[in-house]
C-alpha cells in the first residue's frame, strides 16, 4: 500500500495566526495517526511562520509512525535534522521567505553539495529523499549523489489535471520507470488532492509515499463544516 504522510504545516499556520495553542499541533498529531495516516511531515522554515523548530523537536515522541522532515539543507536545518533523527529528510531548495515550494534539485548542479548533506544524515540512520521535478537527467543525477528516494514534485500535473489535460501525468510516469530501473524509492508531493490522487498513483509504478498538507487540511475543513455548524445548532436549542 501507497503510504500517507500528512504535512501539517497548514495546522501550525492556523496555531500560529492567534497565538496559543489552538489548534494543538501535537494532539493533531497524535489523531492523525490514530485515524490511519502513515506519517508527519512537517516543513520547518527559517522564520517559523508556521512549524516553529521547537514543534520539530516535541514531535520526536509524538510521531509513532513515519517522521519525515522537509527543508534546505542550510546550517540549521541540518543541525535540527540530527538532533530529532526522524526516519526521512526531505531535501527541498527552497528560497528564503518563499511561500511554498516552487522547483525540485538541479542534481548535476548540486552533486558535491546534495551528496555530501545525504552522507551526513546517512551515517546518522536517517532515510533521506530528494525533491525533484519530473526530468530523466534529473533522476539520473539524484542517483549519483546516493540518495535512496526521490520525491517527484507534482504540481505541474495538478495544474494541468485541474484543466483536463491527462497528459500532464506522461513525464511523471516516465521518471517513475527510469527510477525504478536505477533502485531509487519515489514519493510524491505539492497540490495531490483527492480529485486527483487516484489517477496519480495508477499511473506512477512503484509509488511509495504520498505527503499532502494543503489539500488535505482544506478538504478536511470543508468536509468538516457541515457536522460541525449541527453539532453548534443543537448546542443551541
Not at 528516494?149 to 520507470?177: M, S
Request: a neutral charge.
Amino acid at each position: 500500500m501507497i503510504k500517507l504522510s500528512v504535512n501539517i504545516n497548514k495546522i501550525a499556520t492556523l496555531r500560529n495566526a492567534r497565538g496559543g495553542n489552538v489548534p494543538n499541533l501535537l494532539q493533531v498529531a497524535k489523531d492523525i495517526q490514530k485515524f490511519g495516516a502513515q506519517g508527519i511531515t512537517i516543513h520547518p522554515r527559517p522564520d517559523e511562520r508556521h512549524i516553529r523548530y521547537q514543534d520539530a523537536r516535541d514531535l520526536k515522541s509524538i510521531v509513532y509512525t513515519e517522521f519525515n522532515i522537509e527543508g534546505n539543507p542550510k546550517h540549521n536545518f541540518i543541525d535540527l535534522v540530527l538532533e530529532c533523527k526522524p526516519t526521512q529528510v526531505t531535501l527541498v531548495p527552497d528560497a528564503i521567505g518563499a511561500i511554498t515550494s516552487s522547483a525540485g534539485w538541479d542534481t548535476v548542479k548540486n552533486k558535491s553539495y546534495l551528496t555530501e548533506v545525504i552522507q551526513e544524515f546517512q551515517r546518522n540512520g536517517i532515510r533521506t529523499s530528494i525533491f525533484v521535478d519530473p526530468i530523466l537527467e534529473i533522476i539520473e543525477g539524484a542517483k549519483k549523489t546516493g540518495t535512496e528516494r526521490v520525491e517527484l514534485y507534482t504540481e505541474a500535473f495538478a495544474h494541468q489535471y485541474g484543466l483536463g489535460n491527462h497528459k500532464g501525468i506522461e513525464p511523471y510516469t516516465q521518471a517513475a520507470v527510469l527510477a525504478n530501473k536505477l533502485d531509487l524509492g519515489i514519493n510524491a508531493g505539492h497540490d495531490l488532492s483527492l480529485d486527483n490522487i487516484k489517477f496519480f498513483k495508477e499511473n506512477i509504478p512503484g509509488l511509495m509515499e504520498v505527503s499532502i498538507g494543503h489539500a488535505l487540511i482544506s478538504e478536511a475543513l470543508y468536509l468538516g463544516l457541515d457536522n460541525v455548524v449541527n453539532m453548534y445548532l443543537q448546542k443551541l436549542k
